[in-house]
């Protein structure tokens, strides 16, 4: 059974390697410059409070990892973890230890005063596994209770989501500029 630990700053570049891979999976692969982007912010994981990256190793092989955060709103009360990334290569136990690796992330969340835990599962075409993801989400109890829309600032191979980012930031600039 693979270890669950919590990374440490020299296995950086052996995550990003399979965040790589895990996006490469689903069909879409990443940019070089999104890969030393991804490298930089694993790099800082260890010295920061509210995010932690969880790996799983078998047999001194990372084969898994877990991005999870914690954040608050500075009005509101109350904590909000999240779930960012979870992956782990497919194998016979894949599921076990994506499980094992959700339930170290709880407990992180939950002790750093989390009263509310979430993560997306994205949908239709783009993620040809969204069914097996919703499945392992509620095989663990979690409830789907919220859809997300979202805009991106990057969209290859997009040019109307593109549009649609590049629009509010034209109509942001025009306020900005607004000497009224």
Same mark, same amino acid.
């Given at each position: 059974m693979a270890q669950i630990r919590i990374m440490r700053e020299d296995e950086a570049e052996r995550v990003r390697d399979l965040w790589l891979q895990m996006c490469a999976e689903v069909g879409t692969p990443l940019s070089a410059a999104?890969?030393?982007q991804i490298l930089t912010n694993l790099k800082q994981y260890p010295a920061l409070q509210d995010v932690r990256c969880f790996v799983a190793e078998e047999q001194q092989v990372l084969i898994g990892f877990l991005t999870c955060s914690i954040s608050g709103h500075p009005v509101l009360p109350g904590r909000s973890g999240e779930i960012e990334e979870l992956y782990v290569r497919s194998g016979p136990d894949s599921q076990i230890v994506e499980a094992e690796m959700v339930k170290q992330a709880v407990i992180f969340l939950q002790t750093q005063g989390a009263g509310s835990i979430h993560t997306r599962v994205g949908i239709g075409a783009e993620s040809p596994e969204e069914g097996e993801r919703r499945a392992f989400w509620q095989a663990l109890g979690w409830e789907n209770d919220m859809t997300i829309y979202s805009i991106y600032r990057n969209v290859p191979g997009n040019p109307t989501l593109q549009r649609?980012? =590049?629009?509010?930031?034209? =109509?942001?600039q025009t306020i900005a500029d607004d000497p009224h």
């Open positions: 999104s890969a030393q649609i980012w =590049n629009a509010y930031k034209t =109509n942001h």
